[in-house]
């Protein structure tokens, strides 16, 4: 069989590109399955010369990293595509973010030059959590509460069934901010606790819902509206309980590579 007769005579991608995206807004909602097909239909729009998989059922090559849940924002999410064709980053992210719908925001593109797969670089996850009607020092203090604990266990309801797990093991670190007044979800006389935590990336997966599930656990605290979560950060754990740019390599690499 030569090639002109195979079921998908794709050519061999020359190109691999490392891609941060937002959801924000409304989107926050849709679900990664939606996300992705929102995210192929963009790409043919833009007419991205994508690689596909050989085979009767061929796929665009795009390989999704740690998606956020359903109903949680988002300002780093990670997606890596490969092409026939050799493109400029910043004008695929020019082309590719006016395909997108609202609420899908691509922010960066770089050349995947390093050897170790993106997945790898995603040890840990920053949120942002926005309670209204919780006050900064009720706040302060029900997570205080929680590092204290050494094992916080909470349920979740997944499609096989309850599931019970540790969300204390997977806190590394977290902080109360002590200026909720930029929140939108408030009114100036309301008040809005924000917990900043990080959370490693553990199997199962502990989530911002199975952080608040702990708080309930440890200090009873239950906020009057559905808390906000954004996910804000990924990438490897340093010393300090921080995260590594998981791009930082790739870029470094091509400035390198363009001197």
Known sequence: ???????????????????????RGPLRFTSHRDVARAFERALRRAKVPMAYSQGFNPHPKISWIGAAPTGVASEAEYV?????????????????????????????????????????????????????????????????RLLEAEVVEVERLTKHGMRTMDARSAIVSGWVEDDPDESPLTTPTEPCGILVVVVRQLTPAVRPDDVLSALRVVAALEPPVPAKATRMAQGRLDDCGGLSDPLAPDRAARASASR
């Open 80 to 144: 890596e595509i490969q092409l026939v064709e050799v493109l400029e980053p910043d004008e695929l992210v020019r082309k590719l973010d006016s395909a997108m719908p609202p609420g899908i925001d691509l922010l960066e593109a770089v050349p995947a030059t390093a050897h170790d797969p993106l997945a790898d670089r995603m040890e840990a996850s920053q949120w942002r959590l926005e309670l209204p009607g919780v006050s900064p020092d009720t706040l302060r203090a029900a997570f205080a």
């Open 1 to 23: 069989m030569t090639s002109d007769d195979r079921p998908n005579p794709s050519a061999a991608p020359v190109q691999k590109l490392r891609l941060r995206y937002a959801k």
